[in-house]
């Protein structure tokens, strides 16, 4: 097996919800596509058209670009009517349908979390957003296999926007199930999981080498997290040799994300940790930090590590807490488009001599982001191990009934433009992997990692 | 813009679906890198390759042979096995869809608009993560294109109704593959003569045919096929190695082979391959042998003319070989009837809700056949040899030996699209003229012989599977040659009757075989 170490993308890294999404990028040009005329019907040669009423339907739910953007509608239509009025069984329930098509299309994508979602499974996101956990209380994520090395901020230019694009051999490339972080206390967290691990059997029963493509990430995410798991056994590949380790898992049950926790360390050191960023988390980590800061600490330890990501807002403000009013970073999205997201102006604001971010691999998502921007802003400096490398953020749009889409819809950017989607967050003082995961090892780091002073 | 643009997400979907408004009044912009031509994510693949039914691109599969380890199979031949296909292909005339075309309008609204939806927020709004370029089957960028990505986008949502029918028979024929299986049908094909198989992601040759060139360039059962023309079949479906391989009789085609660990180039010249879909023989110095290997358009006119060689040598028994026969066109399968089961109905045929339909034999003015016969059966006999067993059964016209056949008792119509693509759609079941439904179910020997053989699982495994095998096929034959003896001892009366009288001719003209080429222009 090779290794793998490429994008890692937790389940519940960043998700924002559909209509939120597209409400804030859809100005610009909102005002060319409004009211497709039902006048623009004559559309070529198609002796079949859509009826006026089914088009003008249409159009008022997704304007159409140009009328040639109907044709394959009307294919789609046509093949309704006949699976209708011929198909040998009757068909009762249309939801079924709508799931093939919708499902079918984005599995299409080739992107794992581009997926439907059953009203279980998206109840189940829900949970995990805010931290609640079921089962092996597993976070989970998509990566691809191949190797990449972590981005060093400020030491390369700017990624030109769109996705990265290499020459390497991508054949072999193939999306596999990853453990992003487990929850303290949980029974993986217990069984000593690792971020990165791979996961190749459950319950003794080999998964395809590449799972993601005939099992969506939520049928995982239910297997081994949902209220009714009963997942005893893991087989893991684990980086970097891909090592077999079989791993037991007991008494699986309900376990949270620990909330945001602060107190004074010695030296004066402010040491807040965050497991997770919901939604929260901003007003938590200002509540959690505020009585410490009474006593004027010098240096603030911001500890992200096995921090899977979550809520980008949450993020914005803690990011605005220690460093208001400039970016938190930046979104690419679809065509080429760059948005500036802003730390959020918290009437509350804290401010340290010196900061210092602990990650570590599993820490993800909107926790990369925040890190960055601190770095970036706030001349923090990053200790620990390089960070898993997810940069992607998801929309969910609703279907009927409860049922919904998730469709990978941007990636995130540092500031000053890094791109550490894949690659992962560089630092800038190594712990060794032998300490990072002791809380008293790093403890006893920190006075020496803040002595050090300043990023450049 | 940037303060509003997430604020506070709300924490569920709205209820209404709510149409993302495009982010670009320009065409998207196309990744430019042009990468070379990886894989497909035909979705629906998997899918539509368990079923069997296929008739796709001539290459086709015998899905449920390999359920065993799900595997699939395509032949990459001008035109050959079918599997389990059984079909009319019924070109729309004007009128033929307007009865119904009211019925469209109201033909599930809501998964029109959901698809109409979806399509749109992923043309627009979809961000591509991997470094991976997403291809058609037929290798072309699907994002460097926004019409392109919306065409293909749409066939995808198209198989997922397929799909979603769960039946494995209803399936999508995109432009190519609709246009390649009328080709097939014409058997104008320059290909290599092998039929591959679709083991886990891999493509695998199942079996070179013999006298073609993969037989001549020693291709061996399960070979690996790990490129064709330097293009990785990494994720490839059969269907897709299919289309690689084949080209123009003459051309040359390199395949990366990978057996027993070594990797090795081996280049091919592409011919046309003739399906040898009949093949006929006196065995055993008085019995008249035919082998058919699909019910193609040819299929009666083949069996008449070996049944009048047969007539001239006087033989006294018939051997009907429909072992791994995947089936064909219905009207031959009532045509070859006809030859062999006295007047009446061949088939019933019952769509939704509809009455049950008898077919019935076609007064062929050359007459039935009365000669003792033993009709040879497989676990791939199915399809059209499957409603020719049943009326030979039912009928006692016949002897039924060797294994239960496959069990498909679904009428497939090709119906053509407005852009040149096409669905197999389901429309009718089928029974036998005893009533009998064996979809599922297939139709039980007279006399069993023989039992269904799981496939090689590996290259290992071949010699004895294939050594089993043709022992067991020779079985089989041995056992209708000394039924067949054995009656003609009991009645000489029946076996001086010859082949090939015209006792029952009644003028009337045959129904033609249905056609295969149905003119495009034609459709509506």
């Given at each position: 097996m090779r290794l793998f170490h490429r994008a890692l993308y937790p389940v519940i890294g960043l998700t924002i919800f559909g209509a939120a999404f597209i409400a804030g990028l859809g100005p610009r040009s909102v005002g060319a596509q409004?009211?497709?005329?039902?006048?623009?019907?004559?559309?070529?040669?198609?002796?079949l058209t859509l009826p006026p009423d089914v088009r003008h339907r249409l159009a008022s739910a997704a304007p159409a670009k140009s009328p040639q953007d109907f044709g394959p509608a009307v294919t789609f239509w046509e093949v309704l009517g006949k699976v209708k009025t011929?198909?040998?069984?009757?068909?009762?329930?249309q939801d079924k349908l709508t799931h093939g098509a919708v499902s079918s299309m984005l599995r299409a994508l080739r992107d794992p979390y581009s997926r439907i979602i059953t009203p279980e499974e998206l109840k189940l996101d829900h949970e995990q957003a805010l931290g609640h956990f079921s089962g092996a209380g597993l976070v989970l994520g998509a990566r691809l296999s191949g190797d990449l090395v972590p981005i060093k901020m400020g030491a390369a230019a700017p990624v030109p926007p769109g996705p990265a694009r290499r020459e390497s051999d991508d054949a072999d490339r193939v999306w596999q199930l990853v453990v992003v972080d487990t929850v303290p206390g949980s029974a993986a967290s217990k069984a000593d999981l690792q971020p990165g691990d791979i996961i190749s059997k459950i319950d003794g029963v080999r998964i395809d080498r590449a799972p993601l493509a005939t099992k969506t990430i939520d049928d995982l995410n239910l297997m081994l997290n949902g209220p009714e798991a009963h997942v005893s056994l893991l087989t893991i590949a684990r980086p970097p040799d891909d090592h077999a380790i079989d791993v037991h898992l007991d008494h699986l049950g309900p376990v949270n994300e620990p909330p945001v926790t602060a107190r004074l360390l010695p030296h004066n050191v402010a040491y807040v940790r965050i497991h997770l960023f919901t939604p929260t988390t901003g007003t938590d980590f200002a509540k959690a930090l505020s009585p410490i800061y009474a006593d004027h600490p010098s240096a603030l330890a911001l500890d992200l590590r096995d921090n899977s990501g979550g809520s980008l807002s949450a993020a914005e403000q803690v990011v605005g807490a220690l460093a208001p009013n400039g970016l938190a970073g930046l979104l690419d999205t679809h065509a080429g488009a760059v948005t500036k997201l802003t730390a959020a102006a918290d009437p509350q604001t804290f401010s340290f001599q010196r900061i210092v971010v602990l990650t570590n691999n599993?820490?993800?998502s909107v926790a990369e982001l925040a890190a960055a921007a601190l770095h970036e802003r706030a001349g923090a400096v990053l200790a620990g191990e390089a960070t898993f490398g997810n940069g992607l953020v998801q929309s969910v749009f609703p279907l009927k009934n409860g049922w919904a889409y998730s469709l990978t819809t941007g990636r995130l950017r540092a500031p000053d433009g890094a791109d550490f989607n894949e690659h992962g967050l560089a630092i800038d003082r190594p712990i060794s992997p032998n300490l990072i995961n002791t809380d008293s090892a790093v403890a006893a780091a920190l006075p020496s990692l803040l002595a050090m002073g300043k990023a450049p | 813009m940037e303060n509003n643009r997430m604020g506070s997400p709300p924490e569920k979907p709205s209820s209404e679906a709510s149409e993302p408004k495009p982010a670009s009044t320009q065409p998207a912009s196309a990744?430019?890198?042009?990468?070379r031509v990886k894989n497909v994510a035909l979705t629906a693949g998997v899918l539509l390759f368990l079923v069997g039914a296929g008739y796709r691109t001539g290459a086709v599969l015998q899905g449920r042979s390999l359920a065993g380890h799900g595997a699939t199979r395509a032949i990459v031949t001008g035109a050959s096995r079918i599997r389990g296909n059984f079909q009319r292909m019924i070109a729309l005339g004007p009128g033929a869809g307007d009865a119904r075309l009211g019925m469209r309008d109201k033909a599930f609204p809501q998964t029109l608009d959901s698809y109409w939806v979806a399509l749109n927020t992923i043309v627009q709004h979809f961000y591509n993560p991997t470094p991976i370029t997403l291809f058609t089957d037929t290798g072309r960028a699907i994002f460097s294109n926004p019409q392109r990505m919306r065409t293909y986008l749409t066939y995808q949502g198209i198989r997922g109704i397929m799909s979603s029918l769960n039946d494995p028979y209803s399936r999508f024929l995109d432009p190519e593959a609709y246009k390649e299986m009328q080709q097939d049908n014409a058997g104008a094909f320059g290909g290599i003569g092998a039929q591959l198989e679709d083991e886990n992601g891999k493509i695998i040759i199942a079996k070179p045919l013999p006298d073609t060139p993969a037989a001549d360039a020693h291709l061996l059962p399960m070979d690996q096929i790990i490129a064709i023309n330097g293009k990785s079949t990494h994720e490839m479906t059969s269907e897709m190695a299919v289309r690689l391989i084949r080209g123009k009789p003459g051309t040359p085609v390199t395949l990366t082979i990978l057996r027993a660990g070594k990797q090795f180039p081996v280049r091919i010249v592409r011919a046309i391959i003739n399906a040898q879909n009949f093949d006929s023989k006196i065995i055993d110095g008085d019995i008249g042998y035919m082998r058919l290997m699909l019910f193609d358009e040819q299929a009666a006119d083949n069996v008449e003319k070996a049944l009048e060689g047969f007539g001239k040598k006087n033989v006294k028994g018939l051997v009907l070989d429909l072992r791994d026969n995947p089936g064909g066109l219905l009207n031959t399968a009532v045509d070859l009837a006809s030859k062999f089961i006295?007047?009446?109905?061949v088939v019933y045929v019952q769509e939704r809700a509809g009455q049950r339909v008898a077919i019935p034999t076609n007064n062929d003015p050359r007459g039935r056949h009365r000669l003792p016969l033993a009709v040879l059966v497989n676990h791939y006999s199915a399809s059209a040899s499957e409603i020719l067993a049943g009326a030979i059964k039912d009928t006692h016209s016949g002897t039924i030996i060797g294994t239960t056949t496959w069990g498909k008792g679904l009428v497939q119509e090709v119906i053509p699209l407005n852009d040149n693509s096409a669905i197999a759609l389901t429309i009718e079941r089928y029974y036998t003229p005893s009533g009998a439904d064996i979809n599922k179910k297939g139709i039980t020997p007279d006399i069993v012989v023989g039992r269904q053989m799981a496939e090689p699982q590996s290259q290992a495994d071949v010699a004895k599977w294939l050594n089993e095998r043709n022992a067991m096929d020779k079985t089989q034959l041995d056992t209708a040659v000394a039924l067949i003896h054995r009656e003609i001892g009991d009645s000489k009366a029946v076996a001086n009757s010859g082949v090939g009288s015209g006792a029952q001719a009644t003028g009337r003209p045959r129904i033609p075989p249905a056609s295969l080429h149905a003119p495009a222009g034609q459709k509506r």
């Amino acid at each position: 097996m090779r290794l793998f170490h490429r994008a890692l993308y937790p389940v519940i890294g960043l998700t924002i919800f559909g209509a939120a999404f597209i409400a804030g990028l859809g100005p610009r040009s909102v005002g060319a596509q409004t009211g497709e005329p039902a006048a623009q019907d004559a559309d070529g040669s198609d002796s079949l058209t859509l009826p006026p009423d089914v088009r003008h339907r249409l159009a008022s739910a997704a304007p159409a670009k140009s009328p040639q953007d109907f044709g394959p509608a009307v294919t789609f239509w046509e093949v309704l009517g006949k699976v209708k009025t011929r198909y040998v069984d009757k068909i009762t329930n249309q939801d079924k349908l709508t799931h093939g098509a919708v499902s079918s299309m984005l599995r299409a994508l080739r992107d794992p979390y581009s997926r439907i979602i059953t009203p279980e499974e998206l109840k189940l996101d829900h949970e995990q957003a805010l931290g609640h956990f079921s089962g092996a209380g597993l976070v989970l994520g998509a990566r691809l296999s191949g190797d990449l090395v972590p981005i060093k901020m400020g030491a390369a230019a700017p990624v030109p926007p769109g996705p990265a694009r290499r020459e390497s051999d991508d054949a072999d490339r193939v999306w596999q199930l990853v453990v992003v972080d487990t929850v303290p206390g949980s029974a993986a967290s217990k069984a000593d999981l690792q971020p990165g691990d791979i996961i190749s059997k459950i319950d003794g029963v080999r998964i395809d080498r590449a799972p993601l493509a005939t099992k969506t990430i939520d049928d995982l995410n239910l297997m081994l997290n949902g209220p009714e798991a009963h997942v005893s056994l893991l087989t893991i590949a684990r980086p970097p040799d891909d090592h077999a380790i079989d791993v037991h898992l007991d008494h699986l049950g309900p376990v949270n994300e620990p909330p945001v926790t602060a107190r004074l360390l010695p030296h004066n050191v402010a040491y807040v940790r965050i497991h997770l960023f919901t939604p929260t988390t901003g007003t938590d980590f200002a509540k959690a930090l505020s009585p410490i800061y009474a006593d004027h600490p010098s240096a603030l330890a911001l500890d992200l590590r096995d921090n899977s990501g979550g809520s980008l807002s949450a993020a914005e403000q803690v990011v605005g807490a220690l460093a208001p009013n400039g970016l938190a970073g930046l979104l690419d999205t679809h065509a080429g488009a760059v948005t500036k997201l802003t730390a959020a102006a918290d009437p509350q604001t804290f401010s340290f001599q010196r900061i210092v971010v602990l990650t570590n691999n599993g820490s993800a998502s909107v926790a990369e982001l925040a890190a960055a921007a601190l770095h970036e802003r706030a001349g923090a400096v990053l200790a620990g191990e390089a960070t898993f490398g997810n940069g992607l953020v998801q929309s969910v749009f609703p279907l009927k009934n409860g049922w919904a889409y998730s469709l990978t819809t941007g990636r995130l950017r540092a500031p000053d433009g890094a791109d550490f989607n894949e690659h992962g967050l560089a630092i800038d003082r190594p712990i060794s992997p032998n300490l990072i995961n002791t809380d008293s090892a790093v403890a006893a780091a920190l006075p020496s990692l803040l002595a050090m002073g300043k990023a450049p | 813009m940037e303060n509003n643009r997430m604020g506070s997400p709300p924490e569920k979907p709205s209820s209404e679906a709510s149409e993302p408004k495009p982010a670009s009044t320009q065409p998207a912009s196309a990744p430019s890198a042009l990468r070379r031509v990886k894989n497909v994510a035909l979705t629906a693949g998997v899918l539509l390759f368990l079923v069997g039914a296929g008739y796709r691109t001539g290459a086709v599969l015998q899905g449920r042979s390999l359920a065993g380890h799900g595997a699939t199979r395509a032949i990459v031949t001008g035109a050959s096995r079918i599997r389990g296909n059984f079909q009319r292909m019924i070109a729309l005339g004007p009128g033929a869809g307007d009865a119904r075309l009211g019925m469209r309008d109201k033909a599930f609204p809501q998964t029109l608009d959901s698809y109409w939806v979806a399509l749109n927020t992923i043309v627009q709004h979809f961000y591509n993560p991997t470094p991976i370029t997403l291809f058609t089957d037929t290798g072309r960028a699907i994002f460097s294109n926004p019409q392109r990505m919306r065409t293909y986008l749409t066939y995808q949502g198209i198989r997922g109704i397929m799909s979603s029918l769960n039946d494995p028979y209803s399936r999508f024929l995109d432009p190519e593959a609709y246009k390649e299986m009328q080709q097939d049908n014409a058997g104008a094909f320059g290909g290599i003569g092998a039929q591959l198989e679709d083991e886990n992601g891999k493509i695998i040759i199942a079996k070179p045919l013999p006298d073609t060139p993969a037989a001549d360039a020693h291709l061996l059962p399960m070979d690996q096929i790990i490129a064709i023309n330097g293009k990785s079949t990494h994720e490839m479906t059969s269907e897709m190695a299919v289309r690689l391989i084949r080209g123009k009789p003459g051309t040359p085609v390199t395949l990366t082979i990978l057996r027993a660990g070594k990797q090795f180039p081996v280049r091919i010249v592409r011919a046309i391959i003739n399906a040898q879909n009949f093949d006929s023989k006196i065995i055993d110095g008085d019995i008249g042998y035919m082998r058919l290997m699909l019910f193609d358009e040819q299929a009666a006119d083949n069996v008449e003319k070996a049944l009048e060689g047969f007539g001239k040598k006087n033989v006294k028994g018939l051997v009907l070989d429909l072992r791994d026969n995947p089936g064909g066109l219905l009207n031959t399968a009532v045509d070859l009837a006809s030859k062999f089961i006295p007047p009446g109905p061949v088939v019933y045929v019952q769509e939704r809700a509809g009455q049950r339909v008898a077919i019935p034999t076609n007064n062929d003015p050359r007459g039935r056949h009365r000669l003792p016969l033993a009709v040879l059966v497989n676990h791939y006999s199915a399809s059209a040899s499957e409603i020719l067993a049943g009326a030979i059964k039912d009928t006692h016209s016949g002897t039924i030996i060797g294994t239960t056949t496959w069990g498909k008792g679904l009428v497939q119509e090709v119906i053509p699209l407005n852009d040149n693509s096409a669905i197999a759609l389901t429309i009718e079941r089928y029974y036998t003229p005893s009533g009998a439904d064996i979809n599922k179910k297939g139709i039980t020997p007279d006399i069993v012989v023989g039992r269904q053989m799981a496939e090689p699982q590996s290259q290992a495994d071949v010699a004895k599977w294939l050594n089993e095998r043709n022992a067991m096929d020779k079985t089989q034959l041995d056992t209708a040659v000394a039924l067949i003896h054995r009656e003609i001892g009991d009645s000489k009366a029946v076996a001086n009757s010859g082949v090939g009288s015209g006792a029952q001719a009644t003028g009337r003209p045959r129904i033609p075989p249905a056609s295969l080429h149905a003119p495009a222009g034609q459709k509506r």
